[in-house]
């Protein structure tokens, strides 16, 4: 398992559990009993452990009367209600164990939960809306079955209230109490866009048919936010007193280093906001922001006071709108004064820093010689809208941002990547409105981000993804978030009846024969995947597009004109397919132009090609050749019939032979991707030695190699070929073995049937090694 900062990544996803706790004030030294269902969360024993003495037992050893005599300051439980049969003897008895002072704090789930109205299983019985009918359709024998059920808001309040607990105040917990990101008090909501700062987790991504993130904002506003929480942490007071938290984002998923607990208290009517590090060896970061602030603060950036106090970082809650919010109300009024407002926000990154010439080789290799523009010194990367507030009442306009949580900066890095990522992040979550206002491309022109977007984007995502431990974490997380191409494709099956959703998006093929032009309505992201799928499979007639700019022009040797050309095209001659995300705008265009028989073409769905077809037969003579030349080893006693290598193959050397090798004594036919020079620099911002015509010409030239074929730059990934060959195996370096992201890919062959090889490289010999040779050759 992959390390991060020294911490392996089962024990960071084993502490998740504690988030639903950890923001929580305990009392110090208290005496608490932890209760749990079917076996004790040995993360949330620990937490417990560090705040008192803790008792702990069975939900049936409480209900049999095994723990007597005991008064305790604390009662915790996650999901005991739930899986309790008798819920209500349970809260009873809990009730008659609490001191005076005593507070029971319980987790449980909300059957009226977004993440069910989103597609997201029950926990108990499996299936999608059971607990939103509560249970209806299940039989006596079902319910016995299953262990547990979930329960709504006032379904536990009554519970509650006949258990005598009066006094209660429930926490709204996002995504769940599992792995708990985010925490709002009862009569407290989110103030900024929750797109942007939260991050959905599914027990069944593969049923979700609607983005979660996006549905906050209007819940929010229509007063349902807490009603329909996916879970909730409910704290039970017998002499009235609560909490002080209003609200907690909790980071986790950041490992011991980087996890803090960030919170909104309220303390006699005065509201402050304190930060506090997880674990020990995250205390110096609450320091660091604190010089960080400083710093900026020296240089004439507005700043939320702050400080540090006994391991706490403190400032006050300020009362105004977050800039990302407040930058969009402008602009809907006034577009000028957007853009006056955005030139402040960027003279600010400007003077965030000295300004210094100096770029890593990384970056030199990224730019391909571009103008990167300023390069800071300190390069405050989290200098974004969503860590600012803006107060419109200040007179000088630069003071209107206010800056708060900037725990990191880069050293050396371009200005413009900062604000690439302010842009973004006003636009990333936004419904389609404000992009009409004013098109992110406007602003990317007007501060010359558009030459070095590439650039832009990939350290921006690589802020994140180090941040957040995308990348080590990415096995967890693929069995927990969405894949946005199923809930595509789930979405539209809801939108159709099985026979259409079969005839419009599954047989898109269907009736197509050489008498009929293949004709492609849309000319984007879809059209492109579709063109890496079946150009070599089927001779397109034509591209059209809405877009009158694109007509005259060609996408990968297919001319593109208007839709207008569909008039001269009889129906029994023409095959119409649409590769268009958002295709209900071309469907009533179509059918206003009277036309009815089009199909449309879905990236999520596995439809068969040629190219399959093509393999199985190379495959058949390979065999038959093989018997004729009457190998040793029957290629029929291989255990895999196709396997499959990716890489550059640059510098041509020993190890990859022995790769080749290895993996054709393992199948009957072996593929060989090579990607393209495009795709060295774009990922490994890097020239390589060899051009690819080359590359590939010596790889195909292999008497183990099979076929060879060029990997195209935006879909080349282990998923992306496998829909193209459905191969059996797919073969890779053992420098990879523990690599979570190749552990994801593994675990997708897995689900489908396939499976992927590690082999030892050959130590003596690399293509990075032969480059620092000839490098050091060159230069001496």
């Not at 069975?58 to 996650?78: F, K, P, R």
């Not at 019985?125 to 262990?147: C, K, P, Q, V, W």
């Not at 990968?556 to 119409?576: F, T, W, Y």
């Not at 038959?624 to 029957?634: D, E």
């Amino acid at each position: 398992m992959v390390d991060i900062d020294g911490q392996d990544c089962e024990s960071i996803i084993r502490d998740f559990s504690k988030g639903a706790l950890v923001w929580y004030n305990f009392r110090q030294d208290s005496r608490i009993l932890y209760i749990y269902s079917r076996q004790s969360d040995e993360a949330v024993l620990e937490l417990l452990e560090s705040k008192g003495k803790v008792d702990d037992c069975s939900v049936e050893q409480l209900l049999n009367n095994q723990i007597v005599g005991n008064a305790y300051d604390y009662i915790v439980g996650i999901d005991v209600i739930e899986e309790s049969r008798y819920p209500q003897k349970l809260l009873n008895i809990c009730h008659g164990l609490l001191k005076p002072e005593g507070r029971l704090v319980i987790g449980t789930e909300n059957r009226y939960a977004i993440k069910y109205i989103c597609g997201d299983r029950d926990p108990y019985t499996n299936h999608s809306f059971d607990g939103m009918e509560n249970y209806r359709r299940l039989s006596d024998a079902d319910r016995n079955l299953i262990a547990g059920r979930c329960y709504s808001m006032s379904e536990l309040k009554l519970m509650l209230s006949q258990a005598g607990f009066e006094n209660d105040k429930f926490y709204s917990v996002m995504p769940s109490l599992q792995e708990t990101q985010l925490v709002y008090a009862e009569r407290y909501e989110p103030v900024e866009e929750l797109a942007m700062r939260y991050f959905p987790l599914y027990n069944y991504p593969d049923s979700v048919f609607l983005e979660e993130q996006y549905l906050y904002t209007d819940l929010i506003k229509n007063g349902m936010f807490h009603k329909m929480a996916n879970a909730y942490i409910i704290e039970c007071s017998l002499d009235g007193q609560f909490d002080n938290t209003l609200h907690a984002t909790i980071s986790l998923d950041r490992g011991h280093g980087n996890a803090l607990v960030t919170s909104i208290c309220e303390h006699d009517g005065v509201r402050n906001v304190i930060k506090r590090a997880v674990y020990k060896e995250g205390i110096h970061k609450l320091k660091e922001m604190q010089d960080n602030l400083n710093d900026l603060h020296a240089r004439g950036i507005n700043v939320v006071d702050s400080s540090v106090e006994n391991n706490t970082f403190i400032m006050p809650y300020v009362d105004a709108p977050v800039a990302m919010n407040e930058l969009k109300a402008i602009a809907k009024k006034d577009r000028n004064a957007f853009f006056k407002a955005m030139d402040d926000m960027y003279e600010l990154i400007l003077d965030s820093s000295e300004h210094t010439g100096v770029l890593s080789e990384k970056d030199k290799n990224s730019a391909d010689g571009r103008d990167v523009g300023p390069v800071l010194a300190r390069g405050y990367i989290d200098m974004v809208p969503l860590n600012c507030f803006y107060d419109e009442s200040a007179k000088d306009a630069k003071s209107r941002f206010i800056y708060y949580d900037q725990e990191f900066y880069w050293e050396n890095c371009p200005a413009k990547a900062v604000m690439y990522r302010s842009i973004t992040i006003i636009y990333d979550g936004t419904d389609k409105e404000f992009e009409r206002i004013v098109p992110r491309r406007e602003l990317f022109d007007r501060y010359g981000l558009s030459e070095c977007e590439d650039m832009w984007q990939r350290m921006s995502s690589r802020f994140t993804d180090v941040l957040r431990n995308q990348k080590p974490l990415r096995p967890y997380y693929e069995n927990k978030r969405v894949d946005g191409r199923i809930l595509y494709t789930n979405r539209e099956k809801i939108n159709y009846s099985a026979k259409q959703y079969q005839e419009i998006f599954v047989d898109i093929f269907e009736g197509f024969d050489d008498s009929k032009k293949l004709i492609l309505f849309g000319s984007g992201r879809f059209t492109e995947k579709f063109l890496f799928q079946f150009a070599d499979d089927y001779d397109i007639y034509s591209i059209i597009d809405n877009n009158s700019a694109k007509w005259g022009t060609t996408m990968q040797g297919v001319p593109i004109n208007s839709p207008d050309i569909l008039k001269d095209i009889p129906e029994r001659e023409r095959h119409i397919i649409i590769c268009i995300k958002g295709y209900n705008g071309v469907v009533n265009q179509l059918k206003d132009m009277g036309i009815k028989d089009y199909h449309i073409y879905d990236p999520g769905n596995d439809y068969p090609n040629k190219r399959k077809e093509q393999v199985a037969q190379r495959l058949a003579a390979v065999q038959g050749n093989n018997s004729v030349a009457g190998l040793n080893k029957s290629d029929i006693d291989k255990p895999y019939k196709v396997g499959y290598i990716a890489g550059v193959f640059d510098l041509f050397h020993i190890g990859h032979l022995n790769m080749f090798k290895r993996a054709k004594e393992q199948c009957r036919y072996l593929i060989v991707g090579v990607v393209s020079d495009e795709g060295v620099r774009l990922n490994k911002q890097a020239e390589p030695f060899v051009p690819f015509d080359e590359r590939i010409e010596m790889v195909r030239s292999c008497k183990y190699v099979d076929e060879a074929i060029k990997l195209p730059l935006d879909f080349c990934g282990t998923r992306d070929m496998f829909k193209i060959y459905h191969f059996d195996v797919q073969f890779s370096g053992s420098d990879y073995e523990h690599d979570p992201a190749w552990l994801a890919e593994k675990e997708f062959l897995e689900k489908n049937g396939s499976t992927m090889v590690f082999f030892p490289y050959t130590q003596s010999t690399s293509s990075t090694k032969l480059k620092k040779a000839i490098e050091n050759r060159i230069n001496n």
